[in-house]
């Protein structure tokens, strides 16, 4: 079926890891009142991992078959 | 530079430079070459997404909860990684049935329901009102504000202006204006508005650069670095819980998750952002870029968000100023006039785009999917008769986008005060979020129907107005605030902020969960109730298998009954003109490769169907429905007759899929039958090639052992000495013969896969030694000197010991026939190479021709006869010694140039045959 091809499937699978790394207990984790380089853990966490989660999607959509 | 007229100025300059980006688009577009057919371009106009609420209400959520911004962009985030099986189908299904909103694509779904059409429509236009007048409200505080400098002071305390003086009135008839012209200047059958989606691209760039640049300016020029602000943040103990605010927000990780959760639907199902990324989308392809560039399109956008936040309540202290004003506040209350101007257009150009692409969409929602199908029905109008409806299309929805601004405006005015951007926004989020169900349902399930999507949509959307908007209105004062402390009636179950008692969430997360509950619950159980229609079957079908490729022709089977050309061709003229009419059907019969029918000819079930789907494409499903329905008598399908053309249809799917299997294997069989056949020519040729050389090489030792025998018999006279001779001769060519018999017993061995092989680990080096020992003597009689180059001893190779003796011993007797006596030298050398163990065999003598070096190994070929005019050996030493040598899985082979000697080089591997089989 062309609707569930490998590309497909490793996108679905980011889009689980997102859900992983945007929830609850990750997010507990983070939620300290500490900083890395004067930024709060907890948004450095945010920025640094959605930025990462969209290079991933990137890197899976635009590889070529 | 912030008097009054240089913002006005400057605001009209803005919407007349966007208006000549959409007219040169447009321009661009009817010259064929479309400058929005690119997913850069494409990408940044589903940056929509990002209105005035980002613009300015994200840093107000971040002032008040930290990070309860955030999840607007993680969930379409997440979404946007679905979009390739989403979207994707989606793209295929609108393309497919000409879908012109989200509305249509519902109604299309469900049996082409114009009730379902019109209930999406009613939902979306009210569930978006609180989302219109947000705007409106930014817009008009934005201007407010700017107009006050150098003061700074807040709308709210200037007290409300009479409805003809407020300037959200005027800019909400400004928008309104705008749109007009932008978005329906024209019919356009395909629906595209090309020039609008280049000025929302242009729009998403312009605010974007707006928010960064107060962003960076506020983060370096008026702090001292992000480090800076978090550390001064950190030190207030107002903003200290703000650093680590999941703990303290209302509902913690529940409300984040719902947040979430809500905006991955909005993402889709926003009718603005349905309109941008399925309909006016130009190639399926475009969703590859969009996939990753929208979702850092929302990360830039936010990456400033919190130093602004925090920076705002660091600067102004607290209470003071709206929070959801810092974004203009700041750069004004430091002199910054053309920073706080680019602002104030940033948020202008948030605030329009938004404005402008949702009120189109919704107005093409209403005319189409609300009033047509109305007016259609009401025969006393006598519209089947009216020549040209282009006219009362645009005027339809026209009307359309001054009302719904108006209705925004209205909302504004009743219950704007009481919220924050963001809270205010969110309510409309979850009205959209009740289109999911039907929407997605619809897509992956085929057994959704119209009564489920009615009953779940109806109750979703009854929820929502209890929980969302009813409060809001009650808070805003216009209705009595006991309906939400004592609930109606002094009923506690139903209090619309706590229902059955549920209580402690935040009131996102509470209607959020009451209203999917309600909608998801009944779309499912009515769905299962009762038995669709045989419409419905079939679209449901049509939806949900759009990947399967479907034999040409199927969806017109679906309709039988009678229609005639010119009917068909008039309806089409009425709504898309006369010349566009006439051009899409002879495109059409082109295609289908049909004559040009004469005119008075019935048209057949294909042109009835096209007809309809570029109706569609023009007033929506259902009103295309109720059209092609009234010029042509149709015979309704039964449900069993849809279901038998369905599964006809599905067969023949199967069908041609196994055959292309079936005719796929054949042709391999056929190509592995061609190749045996060949083999089996090649083994016959190979074996007559055979037996007439081994009667050769068998008769030669023959002829002149019975020549000498006969000279001996018919001569007793010759001298002993003569005699001798001739006898060593004959015993010699005896010896020949048995060695040639024996080598011929031992091939076929070979060759027949009989012969017995013994292995045992053999030490290689060992064996070199032993065999130039034993032939030692052979070489002294030639006059040939060996050498052994034998290097560190090597790990035991797994062998037959006889058989690499044999072809050792074949590979020296060949190097001391072919060296010349008395200079020959013969050097055999052992080393290592990768996982094999390699022997060469250098020899000095005449060499072997390039030609020549794969012949050498064939069989009864001798380069020696070839060279020196006489045979030396049989022929089949240096087959054999191949077969044996890749028998234990090594390779032989020579390197020779005439004159310069020969190398015979074997390998054997280390880890025996099994392990070279594998690495290869």
């Given at each position: 079926m062309e609707e569930f091809d490998l590309r497909a499937q490793r996108l679905a699978a980011l889009c689980l890891l997102g859900a992983a790394l945007f929830s609850y207990p990750l997010l507990a984790v983070f939620n300290v009142p500490a900083t890395v380089l004067g930024i709060p853990v907890l948004y450095a966490y945010f920025f640094v991992a959605w930025g990462a989660l969209i290079a991933l999607m990137a890197l899976v959509i635009e590889r070529p078959d | 530079m912030l008097e009054g007229w240089v913002v006005v100025v400057a605001s009209f300059a803005y919407l007349g430079l966007l208006f000549a980006i959409a007219y040169y688009a447009d321009q661009r577009a009817d010259a064929g070459r479309s400058v929005i057919a690119s997913p850069y371009i494409y990408s940044l106009s589903l940056a929509v997404y990002a209105t005035a609420w980002t613009f300015y209400g994200s840093v107000g959520r971040a002032a008040s909860d930290g990070v309860g911004f955030l999840p607007i962009y993680i969930g379409p985030t997440l979404m946007i990684a679905l979009w390739w099986i989403v979207m994707r189908k989606i793209l295929r299904i609108s393309k497919q049935n000409r879908i012109t909103s989200l509305a249509d694509f519902i109604a299309s779904r469900y049996g082409k329901s114009a009730l379902l059409g019109g209930v999406v429509t009613v939902i979306a236009i009210i569930g978006i009102l609180p989302y219109i007048s947000l705007q409106l409200k930014a817009v008009s505080n934005a201007f407010t504000i700017v107009l006050q400098y150098p003061e700074i002071a807040m709308p709210a305390k200037l007290g409300t202006a009479p409805v003809l003086q407020d300037t959200a009135l005027s800019v909400a008839l400004l928008l309104a204006a705008f749109t007009i012209v932008f978005g329906t200047r024209h019919l356009d059958a395909a629906e595209h508005h090309e020039g609008m989606v280049a000025a929302i691209a242009f729009e998403s760039l312009v605010k974007l650069l707006a928010f960064v640049a107060v962003g960076a300016w506020v983060t370096?020029?008026?702090?001292?670095?992000f480090g800076d602000i978090f550390s001064r943040a950190a030190s207030d103990a107002e903003l200290r819980p703000l650093l680590a605010p999941l703990d303290g927000v209302a509902g913690g990780y529940a409300s984040w998750v719902w947040l979430t959760i809500l905006s991955m639907l909005a993402i889709m199902f926003l009718p603005r952002q349905f309109q941008v990324t399925v309909v006016e989308n130009k190639d399926e392809r475009h969703l590859k870029k969009a996939i990753w560039m929208l979702p850092l399109y929302m990360l830039a956008i936010n990456i400033f968000v919190l130093p602004l936040a925090f920076g705002g309540r660091l600067h102004f202290g607290d209470g003071m100023v709206d929070a959801d004003t810092f974004v203009l506040t700041l750069p004004m209350a430091e002199r910054q006039e053309l920073l706080a101007l680019i602002v104030y257009i940033g948020g202008l150009s948030a605030a329009t785009g938004m404005v402008i692409v949702e009120t189109i969409a919704l107005s093409t929602m209403a005319c189409n999917d609300l009033v047509m199908p109305v007016l259609l029905r009401l025969r006393w109008l006598r519209l089947h008769e009216k020549p040209d409806l282009s006219g009362l299309l645009l005027g339809i929805r026209r009307g359309a986008i001054v009302l719904i601004l108006l209705l925004g405006y209205v909302y504004f005015r009743l219950a704007g005060e009481a919220y924050a951007l963001v809270s205010i926004g969110l309510i409309s989020f979850a009205a959209v979020a009740q289109f999911a169900p039907a929407a997605l349902g619809g897509i992956f399930w085929k057994g959704g129907t119209r009564l489920g999507a009615l009953a779940g949509l109806s109750a979703g959307f009854a929820v929502w107005l209890y929980t969302l908007l009813l409060p809001a209105f009650a808070r805003s004062g216009w209705l009595p605030i006991g309906l939400l402390e004592q609930g109606p009636f002094g009923i506690e179950l139903l209090k619309p902020l706590a229902l059955f008692g549920v209580a402690g969430l935040d009131q996102i997360t509470h209607a959020m969960m009451w209203s999917m509950a309600a909608n998801v619950g009944a779309y499912v159980a009515v769905s299962v109730m009762f038995v669709p229609g045989a419409e419905e079957h079939r679209q449901a079908s049509l939806f949900v298998d759009v990947f399967r490729q479907v034999p040409e022709g199927t969806q017109a089977r679906f309709w039988r009954g009678t229609a005639s050309v010119p009917d068909l061709y008039n309806l089409l003229a009425r709504f898309m003109g006369i010349d566009a009419a006439a051009a899409v059907l002879a495109e059409h019969q082109r295609e289908r490769g049909a004559p040009r029918k004469p005119e008075g000819l019935a048209a057949d079930a294909e042109m009835v169907h096209f007809v309809e789907t570029q109706l569609a494409g023009v007033v929506g499903a259902a009103s295309a429905r109720i059209l092609v329905a009234s010029v042509v008598k149709e015979e309704a399908l039964s449900l069993e007759e849809v279901r038998t053309l369905l599964d006809e249809a599905s067969q023949v799917i199967v069908y041609s899929h196994k055959l292309e299997q079936k005719s796929q294997e054949l042709e391999r069989a056929t190509r592995e039958l061609r190749a045996a056949n060949e083999r089996l020519q090649e083994l016959d040729r190979l074996k007559d090639d055979f037996v007439s050389t081994v009667s050769h090489e068998l008769r030669t030792p023959l002829t002149s052992i019975r020549a000498f025998s006969e000279i001996l018999h018919d001569h007793p006279g010759l001298d002993a000495a003569e005699r001798s001779r001739f006898l060593s001769i004959i015993i010699k060519e005896t010896e020949r013969l048995t060695r040639l018999i024996n080598q011929i017993l031992d091939l076929s061995r070979l060759e027949s896969g009989r012969a017995a092989w013994n292995e045992s680990l053999v030490d290689l080096r060992q064996v070199i030694e032993d065999t130039v020992a034993a032939t030692s003597q052979l070489f002294r009689e030639h006059g040939v000197r060996i050498e052994c180059r034998l290097s560190e001893p090597v790990p035991r190779v797994r062998a037959d010991l006889d058989r690499i003796i044999q072809v050792l011993m074949n590979l020296l007797s060949n190097a001391v026939k072919f060296s010349e006596p008395g200079r020959g030298t013969v050097a055999v050398s052992l080393a290592r190479e990768g996982g094999a163990l390699r022997v060469d065999v250098r020899d000095n003598g005449m060499g072997i021709p390039p030609d020549q070096h794969e012949a050498v190994f064939e069989k009864f070929r001798q380069a020696g006869g070839a060279l020196s005019g006489k045979p030396q050996g049989s022929g089949l030493g240096l087959h054999i010694s191949r077969r044996i040598v890749e028998h234990f899985g090594g390779r032989i082979w020579v390197t020779s140039a005439p004159g310069e000697g020969a190398c015979f080089s074997f390998t054997l591997p280390l880890g025996g045959r099994g392990r070279l089989a594998e690495a290869a």
């Open positions: - | 370096w020029g008026l702090f001292d670095g």
